[in-house]
């Protein structure tokens, strides 16, 4: 547009004089007394003289590599005055072993197939340690015969083009390893990789300071000489602690020109001597909560000052330094919350549960004997209503402390929930006699007064204690029978303590009778279902019920399921009388269909030896075509430590119930220790949680964190969420407020015959709000 605009005025002044620019043209041609200063010669070094006023590369090679001409930006770049410096010498000669092989290489194979290659990269270090991309075009030179004799090339630098691409490229792996949740070592190398090779002579480091903020630790420094960054671990932050404790100690960048003159390295310049640095540069990286997180620091050869290109992009790199430290800060707390009581810092049931576990198989190996303690406080809500649940906390602290005093750490103790704490003990203490006067210590260290501010008052215990092998053969059997020592213990008067005692029921029936009897009461029918209702949280539609066995026995009445289904399945008759529990519960859903009600999902439980069981599938099957069900009105229950037990082989059986049209429950989840990659794999319909939670969600910020977290899980995976146990209209009402959309308990309504529950779903029901406040 601007070449326009000027021949515009040009042909404008022409016309104005009364010349056409045709004869303005022609006159200027007829012009011969040019002077001789005036006319262009190409004479002599014309060749030359041009080339060296091109910014590119540009040279001629023989056919032995050796220079045999080259610009003057040639030779600058190698180190050199004048372009005949360079003539006869080899890339070899000129550049580090490795480029000049690479440049060699690359003219071989021009030469061999005598065809040029254009517009390739290639990467070279200079003389003065610079780095350099080239985009360079190479073309063999032929005689007359056809032979190759020699190289033409033509390299422009790219360099600037190339660093952004990599700058990018860089940030772009920063982000991605941040998001998948790569180790933080590896992404703060990546960081400060990045951030290097975007300058000549720098190198990089990432310093975090600790958890008291007094000092930094060595994170990254992937170019630093080791025996540097050993130095520099653990440094105290300060006023004059070179330039990196200094930015954490004033809080802003600090930018040391020259290491060796600068009174903030004054105490460390010796120890800094033998190393090559002459500038350190440091910029502070803080946290959302403004505290410092550590610091980005860069290293130069040179003494100098940072250009402002440098200083944003060290900026930058503190920038997302600090989004990866505090995502793996917050990841962290995360798995310490997830594994750890957030009011005493003790660990919480799951860690419990694992360990005890694993400490129980630990036992089996060595003979040595583990036990569990039960301790609960006495009548711990009237703390509460009296003097706040502020003061309750404190108080629970303080227990938790005092529970850790009296054994100094040599066993594991848990806050188990609520006022209950649990002990892992082992070695000599797990000996019967060691126990009685360990709870013996703990009762009367937590029956010490208590003094918060003005308030002094005393808290008493009882405690429970079981041992393996003697007691239990399983964890799950030991920390029951500890429960059950402990209860026996409040049930004589509270602040006190007691040792699990294997007695037989307080009936003349010993097992051995009871297993007979439930034999026979299989067959004869002494067995029924009760129904219990599961709500639709938002409809107040009932949309489902478990099926709950009773056993009518003819001398002992009515016995609850933990009554006879361990005695089960320990023998083996849990698979008929599994086989008929399933029966049942499909025939009376179907029958309930039948009489026109609101159609419903049942939900039986399968047990661990049924799981096993190769007959199971078959045996739905069956039931399934024997009562007319429809597949998707019937629900399995399974156990999530049943699951873990073999994960694969769960996997493959579910598959086969779900193509059969099944649904799938894990019962009481929450209460095992799956992984959430193991949770993925399982093809489930719905996540129920253990009614352990739902008990204390009125006063326990933690089981309602682990509620919320449950419900926000199940609904991330596309499960229906079941809250079991839900017993008051505050826990409906905090379950509503977290979008859970199921819930059972006796809130809504206790096990129930199969007659009561057909006139429930009869009716017209209200919303759930309105039935039950």
Same mark, same amino acid.
């Given at each position: 547009?601007?070449?326009?605009?000027?021949?515009?005025?040009? *042909?404008?002044?022409?016309?104005?004089?009364?010349?056409?620019?045709?004869?303005?043209?022609?006159?200027?041609?007829?012009?011969?007394?040019?002077?001789?200063?005036? *006319?262009?010669?190409?004479?002599?070094?014309?060749?030359?003289?041009?080339?060296?006023?091109?910014?590119?590369?540009?040279?001629? @090679?023989?056919?032995?590599?050796?220079?045999?001409?080259?610009?003057?930006?040639?030779?600058? /770049?190698?180190?050199?005055?004048?372009?005949?410096?360079?003539?006869?010498?080899? /890339?070899?000669?000129?550049?580090?072993?490795?480029?000049?092989?690479?440049?060699?290489?690359?003219?071989?194979?021009?030469?061999?197939?005598?065809?040029?290659?254009?517009?390739?990269?290639?990467?070279?270090?200079?003389?003065?340690?610079?780095?350099?991309?080239?985009?360079?075009?190479?073309?063999?030179?032929?005689?007359?015969?056809?032979?190759?004799?020699?190289?033409?090339?033509?390299?422009?630098? =790219?360099?600037?083009?190339?660093?952004? /691409?990599?700058?990018? *490229?860089?940030?772009?792996?920063?982000?991605?390893?941040?998001?998948?949740?790569?180790?933080?070592?590896?992404?703060?190398?990546?960081?400060?990789?990045?951030?290097?090779?975007?300058?000549?002579?720098?190198?990089?480091? #990432?310093?975090?300071?600790?958890?008291?903020? +007094?000092?930094?630790?060595?994170?990254?420094?992937?170019?630093?000489?080791?025996?540097?960054?050993?130095?520099?671990?653990?440094?105290? $932050?300060?006023? @004059?602690?070179?330039?990196?404790?200094?930015? #954490?100690?004033?809080?802003?960048?600090?930018?040391?020109?020259?290491?060796?003159?600068?009174?903030?390295?004054?105490?460390?310049?010796?120890?800094?001597?033998?190393?090559?640095?002459?500038?350190?540069?440091?910029?502070?990286?803080?946290?959302?909560?403004?505290? $410092?997180?550590?610091?980005?620091?860069?290293?130069?050869?040179?003494?100098?000052?940072?250009?402002?290109?440098?200083?944003?992009?060290?900026?930058?790199?503190?920038?997302?330094?600090?989004?990866?430290?505090?995502?793996?800060?917050?990841?962290?707390?995360?798995?310490?919350?997830?594994?750890?009581? &957030?009011?005493?810092?003790?660990?919480?049931?799951?860690?419990?549960?694992?360990?005890?576990?694993?400490?129980?198989?630990?036992?089996?190996?060595?003979?040595?004997?583990?036990?569990? %303690?039960?301790?609960?406080?006495?009548?711990? +809500?009237?703390?509460?209503?009296?003097?706040?649940?502020?003061?309750?906390? !404190?108080?629970?602290?303080? $227990?938790?402390?005092?529970?850790?005093?009296?054994?100094? !750490?040599?066993?594991?103790?848990?806050?188990?929930?609520?006022?209950?704490?649990?002990? =892992?003990?082992?070695?000599?203490?797990?000996?019967?006699?060691?126990?009685?006067?360990?709870?013996?210590?703990?009762?009367?260290?937590?029956?010490?007064?208590?003094?918060?501010? /003005?308030?002094?008052?005393?808290?008493?215990?009882?405690?429970?204690?079981?041992?393996?092998?003697?007691?239990?053969?399983?964890?799950?059997?030991?920390?029951?029978?500890?429960?059950?020592?402990?209860?026996?213990? @409040?049930?004589?008067?509270?602040?006190?303590?007691?040792?699990?005692?294997?007695?037989?029921?307080?009936?003349?029936?010993?097992?051995?009778?009871?297993?007979?009897?439930?034999?026979?009461?299989?067959?004869?029918?002494?067995?029924?279902?009760?129904? *219990?209702?599961?709500?639709?949280?938002?409809?107040?539609?009932?949309?489902?019920?478990?099926?709950?066995?009773?056993?009518?026995?003819?001398?002992?009445?009515?016995?609850?399921?933990?009554?006879?289904?361990?005695?089960?399945?320990?023998?083996?008759?849990?698979?008929?009388?599994?086989?008929?529990? %399933?029966?049942?519960?499909?025939?009376?859903?179907?029958?309930?269909?039948?009489?026109?009600?609101?159609?419903?999902?049942?939900?039986?439980?399968?047990?661990?030896?049924?799981?096993?069981? &190769?007959?199971? =599938?078959?045996? #739905?099957?069956?039931?399934?075509?024997?009562?007319?069900?429809?597949?998707?009105?019937?629900?399995?229950?399974?156990?999530?430590?049943?699951?873990?037990?073999?994960?694969?082989?769960?996997?493959?059986?579910?598959?086969?119930?779900?193509?059969?049209?099944?649904?799938?429950?894990?019962?009481?989840?929450?209460?095992?220790?799956?992984?959430?990659?193991?949770?993925?794999?399982?093809?489930?319909?719905?996540?129920?949680?253990?009614?352990?939670?739902?008990?204390?969600?009125?006063?326990?910020?933690?089981?309602?964190? =682990?509620?919320?977290?449950?419900?926000?899980?199940?609904?991330?995976?596309? %499960?229906?969420?079941?809250?079991?146990?839900?017993?008051?209209?505050?826990?409906?009402?905090?379950?509503?407020?977290?979008?859970?959309?199921? #819930?059972?308990?006796?809130?809504?309504?206790?096990?129930?015959?199969?007659? @009561?529950?057909?006139?429930?779903?009869?009716?017209?029901?209200?919303?759930?709000?309105?039935?039950?406040?």
């Amino acid at each position: 547009m601007a070449q326009e605009n000027s021949l515009t005025a040009a *042909q404008a002044g022409l016309l104005t004089s009364g010349k056409t620019l045709a004869e303005e043209l022609e006159r200027i041609n007829q012009l011969d007394h040019l002077s001789k200063d005036d *006319q262009l010669h190409l004479s002599g070094d014309w060749v030359q003289t041009l080339v060296n006023h091109v910014s590119d590369y540009v040279y001629v @090679k023989d056919r032995r590599h050796r220079f045999v001409a080259a610009n003057h930006q040639v030779a600058f /770049d190698l180190g050199f005055h004048e372009p005949t410096q360079v003539i006869g010498k080899t /890339d070899i000669e000129l550049h580090l072993p490795d480029t000049g092989s690479k440049f060699a290489a690359a003219e071989v194979a021009i030469m061999a197939s005598k065809e040029a290659s254009i517009d390739y990269e290639e990467k070279l270090i200079l003389a003065n340690g610079k780095r350099r991309w080239l985009s360079s075009s190479k073309f063999p030179v032929l005689n007359d015969q056809n032979e190759v004799v020699g190289i033409v090339g033509i390299s422009r630098d =790219i360099t600037e083009r190339k660093k952004s /691409d990599l700058l990018q *490229q860089g940030q772009n792996k920063v982000l991605q390893e941040i998001a998948n949740a790569k180790p933080l070592q590896d992404v703060l190398e990546t960081l400060v990789l990045t951030i290097e090779s975007q300058m000549d002579g720098v190198v990089g480091s #990432v310093m975090l300071v600790t958890q008291n903020g +007094k000092n930094l630790q060595a994170a990254v420094a992937p170019n630093l000489p080791s025996e540097y960054v050993d130095l520099c671990d653990g440094l105290p $932050v300060g006023p @004059k602690v070179g330039s990196c404790g200094t930015a #954490v100690y004033r809080r802003e960048s600090v930018f040391v020109e020259n290491i060796h003159e600068d009174e903030l390295w004054e105490d460390f310049r010796e120890a800094v001597s033998r190393f090559e640095m002459r500038s350190c540069w440091s910029v502070p990286f803080f946290g959302k909560d403004t505290q $410092v997180l550590g610091t980005f620091g860069l290293y130069s050869n040179e003494v100098r000052s940072p250009t402002e290109h440098e200083k944003k992009l060290a900026v930058e790199a503190a920038r997302l330094a600090s989004i990866a430290v505090e995502r793996e800060r917050a990841e962290k707390e995360i798995r310490f919350l997830a594994s750890h009581d &957030v009011l005493t810092g003790l660990p919480n049931r799951h860690d419990f549960k694992a360990k005890l576990a694993e400490k129980i198989e630990c036992s089996r190996k060595t003979g040595d004997p583990v036990a569990v %303690l039960f301790v609960d406080l006495d009548n711990f +809500k009237f703390v509460n209503d009296s003097f706040g649940h502020a003061i309750g906390d !404190r108080v629970l602290t303080i $227990v938790a402390e005092r529970i850790l005093s009296v054994h100094d !750490r040599r066993h594991q103790s848990i806050r188990f929930g609520g006022d209950e704490f649990v002990l =892992i003990v082992e070695g000599e203490d797990a000996d019967k006699p060691a126990l009685i006067d360990l709870m013996a210590r703990l009762k009367n260290e937590i029956t010490k007064t208590i003094r918060i501010g /003005d308030l002094s008052f005393h808290v008493t215990c009882s405690i429970g204690a079981a041992c393996h092998p003697l007691d239990a053969e399983n964890a799950e059997q030991l920390l029951k029978n500890a429960d059950k020592a402990m209860f026996e213990a @409040k049930s004589q008067g509270r602040d006190g303590y007691k040792v699990f005692e294997n007695t037989r029921p307080g009936t003349s029936v010993n097992r051995l009778t009871l297993l007979e009897d439930m034999r026979s009461g299989i067959a004869k029918g002494e067995f029924h279902l009760k129904y *219990q209702p599961q709500y639709d949280l938002f409809t107040g539609r009932i949309v489902g019920a478990e099926a709950l066995a009773r056993w009518q026995h003819p001398v002992l009445g009515e016995l609850m399921p933990e009554q006879f289904i361990p005695l089960a399945e320990d023998s083996g008759l849990i698979v008929p009388l599994g086989r008929w529990v %399933l029966f049942e519960a499909c025939r009376q859903n179907r029958e309930w269909q039948r009489e026109g009600l609101v159609p419903i999902t049942i939900g039986v439980n399968v047990s661990a030896r049924q799981f096993r069981d &190769v007959g199971l =599938i078959t045996d #739905v099957r069956e039931t399934l075509g024997r009562t007319g069900l429809a597949a998707n009105y019937l629900e399995l229950e399974v156990t999530e430590s049943l699951l873990m037990q073999n994960a694969d082989q769960a996997v493959r059986l579910m598959d086969d119930f779900r193509k059969i049209g099944l649904k799938l429950a894990i019962d009481d989840f929450g209460t095992g220790f799956s992984s959430l990659i193991a949770l993925k794999s399982f093809p489930l319909t719905r996540l129920k949680i253990d009614q352990s939670f739902i008990r204390d969600l009125e006063t326990d910020e933690n089981d309602r964190s =682990i509620a919320r977290a449950i419900i926000s899980l199940g609904r991330e995976l596309g %499960l229906n969420v079941v809250a079991e146990g839900v017993e008051t209209a505050k826990q409906q009402a905090f379950l509503a407020s977290c979008k859970c959309e199921t #819930v059972q308990g006796f809130h809504f309504g206790r096990p129930m015959s199969a007659e @009561k529950l057909g006139k429930l779903l009869g009716m017209s029901l209200a919303p759930i709000s309105a039935q039950f406040g």
